[in-house]
């Protein structure tokens, strides 16, 4: 079967703040992207948090979110801007990278995104995840879901709530680390953010991602 008859893949994930490596580890290779925002907000996850190298070793950044009484769909979890989070994330981000070799090439596109005044979360994630993607040069359409559906089609492969912010620093299904140059110490840090890639090994990055997958998620 030829890549034109072949039945079109689809990875189902949950969106992520400023995904981790091993995100796009899962996903790198599948020829559609759907979002699952139709489910329960969970608190502590990835949904809203990210892992960065800093010279005080790995900090986490994680996006406020406004308190409710009951659950709430995520699509629906609102930001709470009130608490100026944009400006401990970009200082943060500004003294861990600003000496990384590809800073300059990503920062003023990253700045406009946090720094956007966006309402929802899942709005926030979205904007991220496009510029991660074209960063990477990668073309995978993404999609959202409209309700939440416990079981999919067998075309499309389900990772929802399987990368867990836990687990950062520990093994992974989805992710073999390779290591990389990074900022801050001797020892490679595995599994942090996306942009620590970006600006340490800037075009090299996709080469280092297809390395990094563990499985063929497609099978």
Known sequence: MNQADRQSQVALIEPHYLPSIEFFCTIINFD?????????????????RCYINTDKGVQVLTVPIIKSPTKIILKNARIDNQSHWQNIHWRTIQSAYAKAPFFEHY???????????????NELNLALLSFCLVSLK?????SETMSYQKEVGKDIKDF???????????SSTFYQPISYYQVFGNTFVRNLSLIDLLF??????LRILRASRKLDLNK
Request: aromatic residues 8%; contains cysteine.
């Open 200 to 205: 340490c090994a800037g075009p090299d990055s």
């Open 32 to 48: 559609k992207l759907l979002l699952e925002v139709a489910e329960h907000y969970a608190k502590q996850t990835y949904r809203n």
């Open 138 to 142: 990668l073309t995978i359409p993404v």
């Open 107 to 121: 920062s003023d596109k990253l700045k406009n995104i946090i720094y956007a005044q966006h309402e929802f979360l």
């Open 160 to 170: 929802r709530n399987m990368i867990i912010a836990k687990n950062q620093s520990e």
